[in-house]
């Protein structure tokens, strides 16, 4: 993997590892399980802005997953087709 790639990937891994991302990210879920409660949405519109807004959350939620993904799809490529 290139050097520039490795410090990307690590850099997310440090900050995965911090106590304050996972707060971060207790957090926001907490908030996205109140926003998917459509039993006070008033209208279309506003069901639409909480879609919108739990999706955004949702984004970074995932993004540990989404990153380790990203790495493994990374280090694959490097090691190259396996022989079956």
Do not use: C, H, W
Not at 7 to 33: D, H, I, P, W
Request: charged residues 25%; without cysteine; glycine residues 4%.
């Amino acid at each position: 993997m290139k050097p520039e790639l490795e410090t990307y990937f690590n850099n997310y891994n440090e900050l995965f590892n911090s106590e304050g991302f996972k707060q971060l990210v207790q957090e926001l879920s907490t908030n996205a399980t109140q926003l998917a409660d459509i039993q006070t949405v008033k209208n279309e519109e506003d069901l639409f802005f909480r879609k919108g807004q739990v999706a955004a959350l949702a984004t970074v939620i995932n993004l540990q997953a989404t990153i380790e993904a990203a790495r493994d799809q990374a280090e694959a490529e490097e090691e190259g087709p396996v022989d079956v």
